[in-house]
């Protein structure tokens, strides 16, 4: 266990990992807490001791306000930058080097299962989760990926791959007091919006292929 926490040391802090250093970032920083008390209560679990994991997991809820699954495996080289409201459940596995931050959470998708019978997903070496990312289901995402912020996963990625969720667009300029002019053009739409016109085109095309069928016919 100390191999690996050293490890999870030097994606921190540069320098000797030694005790008292990792010690004092224990105490430093919530994100490196939360790893080595998911690394204490890993380490419960693979030798047996059952009753001191779920201790540990709550210690960790109370100390850095985010569950880790001791049940969860995750590789050395694990740093959480920002935490807060992480959700990692039994069941997931973690490649080596990944950083999560504030928010993220993995889990199950309505009981759907791979062909291994694997209900959680499973991430490579190397891979970045952005504030708010939500990954669910039996997916696999590859090494080297970056999932951006508020991005929602559900579906295999390959490796060395960037996922996003739509960015913000201006959708109108403050005139004066409460008094809003919006953009021209306007490039952003609601999804009703987006369903009228899809609407609209679907009307236009079956009249182009009814005249057109009808010229046909004459």
Not at 70 to 76: D, F, V
Not at 116 to 140: D, H, W
Not at 169 to 182: C, D, P, S, V
């Amino acid at each position: 266990m100390y191999d690996v926490l050293k490890r999870d040391y030097l994606v921190v802090r540069s320098g000797k990992s030694t005790l008292c250093r990792i010690l004092f970032e224990f105490f430093r920083n919530a994100g490196f807490r939360a790893v080595v008390l998911y690394r204490l209560g890993r380490w419960y679990r693979m030798h047996k001791l059952g009753l001191l994991a779920p201790i540990t997991e709550r210690f960790m809820h109370h100390l850095s306000h985010c569950w880790i699954s001791t049940l969860a495996e995750i590789g050395p080289g694990f740093r959480i930058p920002h935490v807060c409201g992480i959700i990692i459940p039994p069941g997931i596995i973690i490649g080596e080097n990944c950083e999560i931050r504030q928010n993220v959470t993995l889990g199950g998708n309505y009981g759907k299962t791979n062909a291994k019978g694997r209900t959680n997903p499973r991430l490579g070496n190397s891979v970045s989760l952005g504030p708010g990312a939500v990954v669910l289901g039996p997916v696999e995402i590859g090494d080297n990926t970056v999932i951006g912020a508020n991005a929602v996963v559900t579906t295999d990625i390959p490796p060395n791959s960037v996922v996003g969720a739509f960015r913000a667009e201006i959708l109108a300029y403050r005139i004066e007091g409460n008094t809003f002019k919006k953009p021209v053009p306007s490039f952003s739409l609601s999804r009703k919006e987006i369903a009228e016109e899809l609407r609209t085109l679907d009307e236009r095309i079956r009249t182009l292929e009814s005249a057109r069928g009808q010229c046909d016919g004459g």
